[in-house]
C-alpha cells in the first residue's frame, strides 16, 4: 500500500548558474525506510543538512540560518563520552538545543511516528538505531 508522508525532508536544489546564489530548501514527504538501518534513514533524513560524513556540511546547509552541528564531534565535545541520551532526546524532540532558541533542526519524533502509523516500539527502534549510527561515526 503506498503510504504518503506528511512531514520534513529537506532537499535543496543548487543551481549551477548563479554562484552567489543560495539553495533553496524544500520540504517533501519523507520516505520509508528501515527502521533497522541507521545508515539507511541517516542517508535519508539527515544527510541533507549533517552531510554524508555528518560534519555539517551538507547541500542544504548554506540556506540554513543556524548552521547543522558537527555530528562527529559530540562525543569529543563531551569528554570523549558519546551523549547518547542527549541525541535520543534531541531526536524525540524532548531536548533543547544547546546554543539558540528557535531551532531549523526538524522534530524527528513527529516524523517517525506518522511514518511508523504510531507505533511507539518502532519509534524507539528508529531513534536508538540512528543514534548507535551517529555514535559509531565519532572520531575520537
Ligand atoms: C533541515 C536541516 C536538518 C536536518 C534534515 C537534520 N538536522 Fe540535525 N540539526 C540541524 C541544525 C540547524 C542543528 C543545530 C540546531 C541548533 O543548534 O539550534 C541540528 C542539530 C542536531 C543535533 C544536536 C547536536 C547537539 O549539539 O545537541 C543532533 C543530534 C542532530 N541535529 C541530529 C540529526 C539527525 C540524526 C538527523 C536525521 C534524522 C538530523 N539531525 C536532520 C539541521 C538539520
Same mark, same amino acid.
Request: proline share 10%; aromatic share 0%.
Given at each position: 500500500m503506498p503510504r504518503h508522508f506528511l512531514m520534513f525532508v529537506v532537499v535543496a536544489s543548487l543551481t549551477s548558474?548563479?554562484?552567489?546564489q543560495k539553495p533553496t530548501v524544500k520540504k517533501v514527504p519523507a520516505p520509508y525506510t528501515s527502521p533497522t538501518s541507521g545508515p539507511e534513514m541517516y542517508a535519508s533524513y539527515?544527510?541533507?543538512?549533517?552531510g554524508k560524513d555528518a =560534519? %555539517?556540511? %551538507?547541500?542544504?546547509?548554506?540556506?540554513? =540560518?543556524v548552521p547543522p552541528t558537527d555530528l562527529t564531534m559530540l562525543a569529543k565535545q563531551n569528554h570523549g563520552k558519546f551523549p547518547y541520551d542527549h541525541v535520543a532526546a534531541v531526536l524525540n524532540g524532548k531536548a533543547m538545543m544547546p546554543?539558540? %532558541?528557535?531551532?531549523?533542526?526538524?522534530?524527528w519524533g513527529k516524523v517517525f511516528w506518522s511514518i511508523s502509523g504510531g507505533h511507539k516500539g518502532e519509534v524507539q527502534q528508529r531513534v536508538a538505531n540512528l543514534t548507535k549510527y551517529l555514535e559509531s561515526m565519532q572520531v575520537k
Open positions: 548558474l548563479a554562484v552567489a539527515c544527510a541533507a543538512c549533517h =560534519k %555539517g556540511n %551538507g547541500p542544504a546547509a548554506p540556506a540554513l =540560518k546554543a539558540h %532558541g528557535s531551532s531549523e533542526m526538524p522534530i
